[in-house]
């Protein structure tokens, strides 16, 4: 048998020094190994698509929310808040005939929302003319 022309290395001996890099390399900042690696989302979750439009139901939610407030103010309170009982209604039925017109082309998911706000802010109209009538 023949000896190789070298002996093994021996593990137990210290190793040279390696040569390092005196500065990191440019460009990306290097991640410290104890960070976790960002991965990418799986499918089907992330941002809405894009090809779709979101409804618009803000200013059909809007018009119901004023023409409830109108309605308390009006109803209530008629002989000494009918003004803002009326101003209330008007902006009410303003807000949530929009907001009906955006839900008939299509635009809103809330027309049901939209028509409480007009029938609300009507009642509100009319508590509003009727005390406007009694407190003059």
């Known amino acids: ?11 137990w001996a210290p190793r040279p ?3 390092q890099q005196p500065y990191p390399p440019q460009g990306y900042p290097q991640q410290h190994p104890s960070w976790p690696i960002p991965q990418q989302p799986p ?3 992330g941002y809405p698509a894009q090809g779709f439009p979101q409804p618009r139901n803000g200013l059909g939610t809007a018009g ?3 023409g409830v407030v109108a309605l308390v103010v009006a109803g209530v309170l008629p002989f000494t808040f009918w003004v803002f ?11 949530a005939g929009v907001g009906l017109s955006y839900a008939n082309r299509g635009q809103a998911t809330n027309g049901k929302l939209a028509t409480a706000g007009v029938v609300c802010s009507t009642l509100a109209i009319v508590c509003a003319v009727i005390g406007a009538f009694f407190a003059v």
Do not use: E, I, N, R
Request: no cysteine.
């Open 17 to 19: 020094p390696q040569p």
């Open 1 to 11: 048998m023949t000896q190789p022309p070298y002996p093994p290395p021996d593990p």
């Open 85 to 95: 009982g009326l101003a209330l209604g008007v902006v009410g039925v303003s807000l």
């Open 64 to 66: 119901f929310v004023v």
């Open 43 to 45: 499918y089907g979750y």
